[in-house]
């Protein structure tokens, strides 16, 4: 994504039109997002909740608001523990560990949360694609935004969508919360919290 | 007309040449088992990452073979593509640094059911190999 960003911008210091660079950004945002679509639906791990599953249950997704409850910390530990033991052992014995659940029916949870990123990370696409300065496409998608980085400090690709909503978005109130979503990703990343 | 195909090469070029990128990379997660973390963007976070995936010798001890630098790298490789001709470049780069003269290698994937929390490992490929 990043590499066609700058291919992009690139090409625009040839051409200095700004109606191909949103183009190139557009249909590279929406080309990008059902890609991800198709790769969740064809992943049998990921539509059956398990991935999500696991994540949580380790402690490497929502570790944010796991880590203030010390019970929830306590869970995940056990289960990085358990999965370190496991790892030790010869896989050919079949022995498998049982993962202590962090919230109450989490797999439930974990099932309903997978259908609902799917159903975003769609909606934001579509709209993206046919109405791609409508206000009502960029408040979802910088809700999309903002509930991946609840999840996990993914913050140079975050930051990276969000230049794209600044890039696309016609709203000024938009475009000043896409802006506050950069700089609080480059932050995250300078301190070394986020990820690059 | 030649600067309407122009206009229409700059808006789509970069996103058509992003199509090209996205569907050889589906294609190789399908026919040569990529893992579809590769490529980042548009496949993270839709199984366990590939770094879960697990190398085991039979007789051998992978943590102490990963301090050369060439088995390291073929197996972070493997890791993120376990398929036979993988499989077969790691078993060379092993049996080369070692006195062995025959291999069973195996790459397992990490499995997890949500309904009973239960977390064990399946066999994606395995190989024996002799020099």
Redesign the interface.
């Known amino acids: 994504?990043?590499v066609?960003m700058v291919?992009?911008v690139i090409?625009y210091t040839y051409?200095k039109?700004r109606d191909?660079l949103q183009?190139?950004i557009q249909?590279?945002l929406v080309?990008?997002?059902l890609?991800?679509v198709?790769?969740?639906l064809?992943?049998s791990?990921?539509m059956?909740?398990?991935?999500y599953?696991?994540?949580i249950?380790r402690g490497t997704l929502f570790s944010f608001f796991i880590n203030f409850f010390s019970e929830s910390l306590e869970v995940t530990k056990s289960n990085y523990e358990?999965?370190k033991t496991?790892?030790n052992t010869?896989?050919?014995m079949?022995?498998?560990?049982?993962?202590?659940?962090v919230i109450p029916n989490?797999?439930k949870i974990?099932?309903v949360y997978a259908w609902l990123t799917v159903i975003m990370e769609f909606s934001v696409a579509i709209l993206l694609l046919l109405k791609p300065k409508s206000a009502l496409t960029h408040i979802l998608f910088s809700i999309m935004i903002l509930g991946i980085l609840c999840a996990?400090f993914?913050t140079a690709?975050m930051a990276l969508l969000a230049i794209c909503g600044i890039i696309l978005c016609k709203n000024q109130k938009l475009r000043l919360l896409f802006t506050m979503i950069v700089i609080g990703c480059v932050t995250l990343i300078v301190t070394k919290i986020g990820y690059h | 007309m030649a600067n309407t195909s122009k206009?229409l090469l700059?808006?789509?070029g970069?996103?058509c040449?992003?199509?090209v990128v996205?569907v050889v990379q589906?294609y190789n997660?399908h026919i040569n088992n990529l893992s579809?973390w590769k490529g980042?963007?548009?496949?993270?976070?839709?199984?366990?990452h590939y770094q879960g995936n697990?190398i085991?010798i039979t007789g051998m001890s992978v943590d102490s073979l990963i301090a050369n630098n060439s088995i390291n790298e073929s197996f972070r490789y493997l890791k993120l593509m376990p398929n036979e001709k993988n499989l077969e470049e790691a078993a060379k780069q092993v049996l080369n640094s070692t006195n062995k003269d025959s291999i069973h290698i195996?790459v397992?994937k990490?499995?997890?059911?949500?309904?009973?929390?239960?977390?064990?490992?399946v066999?994606l490929e395995e190989l024996y190999y002799k020099k």
Not at chain 1, 48 to 51: A, D, I, L, P, V
Not at chain 1, 94 to 101: E, F, H, L, Q, T
């Open positions: 994504m990043l066609f291919l992009a090409f051409h039109r191909i183009k190139n249909i590279l080309v990008v997002i890609a991800s198709v790769q969740k064809e992943s791990q990921f059956s909740g398990e991935f599953y696991y994540m249950n358990l999965l496991l790892h010869d896989p050919n079949g022995k498998s560990v049982v993962m202590k659940d989490l797999g974990s099932i996990r993914e690709f | 206009a700059l808006k789509y970069i996103p040449v992003a199509i996205i589906l997660v579809r980042g963007g548009y496949g993270m976070y839709t199984e366990i697990q085991y195996q397992w990490p499995t997890i059911n949500s309904k009973d929390g239960k977390y064990t490992r066999l």
